[in-house]
């Protein structure tokens, strides 16, 4: 079974600040995927990244895939309210598609 | 377009009754994606599906839980009997294309239905 570990399960910052989530595994997958969800609702796709060392841009929030793909980060500057909700890591592997989904960070950002 | 729509949106039963929620996919997804998210597990994927077969049902919990998939834009989750252990929420997703896809293998989420079983 493969694992993802995400850090920290919980984060409070107040709007403004800089903050950086992490998305931990052992496993090697094809590509990762970033969602967000928010209370009663289903998570949304952010992002999907598939290569080494990749980074992708999305507006304040910048994704980066492990240059081994094992791992990636979710760096959001000048947080906003908005953004709150709860963050999840997603991966999965050519050949076999189930997508395992991380354990989550549940972010809250203060106004 | 709709979204995926599941019902029903809250059920509270008793243990021992049948439970079964329902899904209807984005037409034209080739994948279907039943999910359970509890706080203690957070998201687990149950089974899923391409082109109505089911692939990998591998985090099915044990009998109780079945799923079929009759049509493209049909598919049941049933526990019967139902247990209070059950309770969670459950969701069903549909994409056009792999996850691994970068531009179509999005993940589209329902609502989810929350089972609550006394």
């Known amino acids: 079974t493969q694992l993802l570990e995400q850090s920290p399960q919980f984060l409070s910052i107040q709007e403004g600040e800089n903050l950086t989530v992490y998305c931990n595994s052992s496993s090697v997958f094809s590509s990762l995927q970033w969602y967000r969800q928010e209370p009663g609702e289903g998570p949304v796709l952010l992002v999907t990244?598939?290569?080494?060392?990749e980074v992708k841009k999305l507006k304040r929030l910048t994704f980066q895939f492990g240059d081994a793909r094992k791992d990636s980060s979710l760096h959001i500057t000048a947080a906003q309210p908005g953004d709150t909700g709860l963050y999840l890591c997603a991966g999965s592997n050519f050949g076999n598609e189930k997508l395992t989904f991380g354990t989550g960070t549940r972010l809250t950002i203060i106004p | 377009d709709a979204g995926v729509i599941q019902s029903p949106r809250h059920e509270v039963t008793e243990m021992g009754q049948e439970v079964t929620l329902r899904c209807k996919p984005i037409?034209?997804?080739?994948?279907l994606f039943w999910y359970r998210q509890t706080m203690m597990r957070g998201l687990e994927l149950l089974i899923y599906f391409n082109n109505n077969v089911p692939i990998d049902d591998s985090g099915m919990p044990e009998d109780r839980f079945s799923a079929k998939m009759p049509n493209a834009s049909f598919s049941t989750l049933k526990i019967q009997p139902s247990e209070p252990r059950d309770s969670a929420v459950y969701f069903c997703?549909?994409?056009?294309?792999?996850?691994?896809?970068?531009?179509?293998?999005?993940?589209?989420f329902g609502e989810g239905s929350r089972l609550t079983v006394l």
């Open positions: 990244v598939v290569t080494g060392g």
């Open positions: 997703a549909s994409s056009l294309d792999p996850p691994s896809r970068v531009n179509t293998g999005e993940l589209f």
């Open positions: 037409s034209g997804h080739d994948y």
